[in-house]
């Protein structure tokens, strides 16, 4: 042993650590190739990659990494989290991932700003699978960031603004452009978002009233972010019938229109007419890059989808909130014509399969025999057709309820997840099978999208390296929500660690059966605390609300 290496080694032996992570094989997140090392951890931090192997007498906590993976902790760039963590801050469901950060606010959804709190038609207008909690006190991203923080959460968040959001504060619910005094109102509400730390705003664009956005309102509200660093546009885009590509490239002109960043939140082809074509969606990104436009995607390695059923009526019937919704459902004549629209298709005329619609979450104990049925069952059922099934269960229901959706193909799935522009997000909830969820089957994505790539696409299927997986889970979403001291491991990151076995690793939930954990990530630390301990949630809850530029 040379001098210089002696002296390190002599040095180390003095050090102490509050963990080390042993014998492992580190996968920085970065995309380079991964290396045996130890990991140690001090105050929340990563102080040391190395062999650490004389310090561990003088270390508090000693996990065995032996034939384990050691990468940065996952951040699901695309959730819908923002209310459940209150009522679910363990955030079990992720935790077991491997998800130490979660992107929330998307398609436009956040419960933020909301100036007249509980009793406010924003919390009426988010849907029942975000906005259980009976405590909505907040009015704005730093109330909501003050309630989840004093609560205490198990995994940090990262707050975006949704559009629908600031429509319904400014009171713009209606299929028109906002009036100046609306628009200027939604700008300032998202400017004071940006400043109390939000990192961007989302849009819905086929959900209501974020689907009632001109483009130029969109590039009004996107160019407020332009002055602030690194806040983006996220957009659950128009992905009309035929509009596969179109709503690709509208995404791409507000971003280069607002000189803001351009996250293309789940991209996927809904339409089954065009299953296969996904070099067309890509080809616009790509273009947009050479061009020098920021923008990257995220998708999810599901052949389903899961949303609000009344997200498949026409935007005319859901227009004015959900309380005018059903006043219009529930009068006769309306309800007729509501039925004849909604015939004509979804999302503006994408056949209907209702043998491919699965009720996942309803609120009443008259219909929870329904959960798992497809609407094709209940129509036979009640001796009705699938679109008055689907108004009939809206109405019962008063609007909490919610479907899977099996529209998609496995072929698409690999070619978006080999994309090298494209990070995984879950398009899912941090839960635990309690309250609303206790008698639901929720999307198996809610419990199994990392473990899923890295078993199935990265070892079982192998599509992608295990390198090039973990830096879609970690470096890619650091980068884009610009926090340079998580998604990596290096000395002086923010330790958001986990440990995972590549030879066992794997999702166990599934459509008929969603609340199962999944298997082969024995340990994740946040800010350096350790969440999940041999397999087992601690009860910590060490995470935080993330500010954007902090």
């Not at 034939?67 to 996952?74: A, D, E, L, R, T």
């Not at 957009?235 to 509009?243: E, I, L, Q, S």
């Not at 052949?303 to 026409?314: E, F």
């Not at 390296?465 to 830096?471: D, K, M, P, R």
């Amino acid at each position: 042993m040379n001098a210089p290496n002696q002296r390190i080694n002599e040095l180390r032996t003095h050090m102490s650590f509050d963990t080390i992570i042993q014998g492992g094989i580190v996968i920085t997140g970065d995309g380079s190739a991964s290396f045996r090392a130890d990991v140690g951890i001090s105050a929340g931090r990563i102080t040391d990659i190395a062999d650490l192997s004389d310090a561990v007498p003088n270390t508090a906590e000693v996990i065995d990494a032996a034939g384990m993976i050691v990468c940065p902790g996952f951040i699901d760039i695309h959730t819908h989290s923002d209310v459940t963590l209150v009522d679910h801050p363990g955030a079990q469901s992720k935790a077991y991932q491997g998800v130490t950060t979660e992107v929330t606010g998307n398609c436009g959804f956040s419960p933020y700003p909301s100036p007249d709190g509980n009793s406010g038609s924003v919390r009426e207008g988010i849907g029942p699978t975000l906005s259980s909690t009976e405590d909505w006190s907040w009015t704005d991203v730093s109330g909501y960031s003050e309630v989840v923080n004093q609560n205490g959460v198990s995994i940090n968040v990262a707050p975006l603004v949704g559009h629908s959001a600031l429509r319904i504060a400014a009171g713009a619910q209606n299929d028109a452009p906002p009036t100046p005094d609306q628009l200027a109102h939604m700008q300032r509400s998202l400017e004071i978002g940006i400043e109390q730390g939000a990192f961007g705003m989302s849009t819905g664009l086929t959900l209501p009233p974020s689907s009632y956005a001109t483009t130029d309102e969109l590039v009004s509200l996107a160019s407020v972010m332009s002055r602030f660093e690194h806040a983006f546009y996220a957009t659950h885009a128009r992905v009309w019938a035929g509009w596969h590509v179109k709503a690709v490239e509208e995404a791409v002109q507000i971003g280069r229109s607002a000189s803001v960043p351009v996250q293309f939140s789940h991209i996927a082809i809904v339409d089954s007419r065009v299953h296969g074509h996904g070099e067309q969606l890509v080809a616009v990104i790509d273009n947009a890059r050479g061009s020098g436009d920021d923008v990257t995607t995220d998708m999810y390695p599901y052949t389903a989808a899961s949303s609000g059923m009344s997200q498949m009526l026409p935007g005319w019937v859901q227009e004015g909130g959900v309380s005018a919704m059903l006043a219009r459902l529930r009068d006769p004549a309306t309800r007729k014509k509501a039925h004849e629209s909604t015939s004509k298709g979804w999302f503006g005329g994408l056949p209907f399969v209702f043998s491919t619609m699965v009720i996942a979450t309803v609120a009443s104990e008259e219909n929870a025999g329904l959960v798992g049925k497809s609407l094709e069952e209940i129509a036979a059922d009640r001796g009705v057709d699938g679109v008055e099934a689907m108004l009939m269960l809206i109405d019962e229901e008063d609007n909490e309820i919610s479907k899977i959706m099996h529209n998609r193909v496995e072929g698409d799935i690999r070619f978006f997840m080999e994309y090298e522009h494209a990070m995984i997000g879950s398009d899912g909830n941090a839960i635990e099978r309690t309250g609303i969820w206790e008698s639901s089957m929720p999307h198996p994505r809610f419990y199994g999208t990392f473990p899923r790539v890295l078993g199935k696409y990265v070892r079982d299927e192998p599509l992608i390296s295990l390198e090039t997986a973990v830096h879609k889970m970690t470096g890619m979403p650091a980068r884009r929500l610009g926090l340079s001291d998580r998604g990596v491991l290096r000395e002086g990151a923010v330790a958001d660690v986990v440990v995972f076995d590549p030879a066992t690793v794997i999702d166990l939930a599934t459509f008929e059966d969603p609340h199962r954990y999944p298997v082969g990530i024995p340990h994740v630390l946040v800010n350096g605390e350790p969440v999940i301990k041999n397999g087992k949630h601690t009860g910590a809850r060490p995470g935080t609300v993330l500010k954007r530029g902090v």
